[in-house]
């Protein structure tokens, strides 16, 4: 299972940190990615890290702004989302699969998380 946390409303230009903390899963061997999904739009990925070798991967609109990080020892994967932008508006969800592979489509996932709205106001 995996516990996002962390959303809210929050003005352009600020910042928030989302948590996602897994049990159920050998966290240290699962890559882990949070989407995000804003009304009317589908599920996209947003950024993702693997479990080897801590790579990542972010999609271009938020290069820059937005930093994945993961703490093994407290199974648990952040994001670090600075700058934000009306455009951010969504709820984010964790997911999480097996490998260490960087895949950016829903259905790679197997694990998910309940997703914490972020609203960011202009």
């Known amino acids: 299972q995996l516990q996002a946390s962390g959303g809210g409303l929050v003005q352009a230009g600020g910042s928030l940190r989302l948590s996602c903390v897994a049990s159920?899963?050998?966290?240290?061997?699962?890559?882990m990615a949070w989407f995000r999904q804003a009304p009317g739009k589908e599920r996209e990925v947003v950024t993702i890290i693997r479990w080897r070798t801590e790579s990542t991967y972010y999609t271009d609109s938020v290069k820059g702004r937005f930093t994945i990080s993961r703490d093994n020892a407290k199974n648990t994967v952040f994001l670090q989302m600075n700058s934000l932008e009306p455009e951010d508006t969504a709820v984010y969800y964790c997911?999480?699969?097996?490998?260490?592979?960087?895949?950016?489509?829903?259905?790679?996932?197997?694990?998910w998380g309940q997703g914490t709205l972020v609203t960011v106001s202009s």
């Open positions: 159920g899963l050998t966290f240290s061997r699962y890559t």
């Open positions: 997911a999480a699969r097996s490998g260490s592979a960087f895949y950016t489509t829903t259905g790679a996932y197997n694990v």
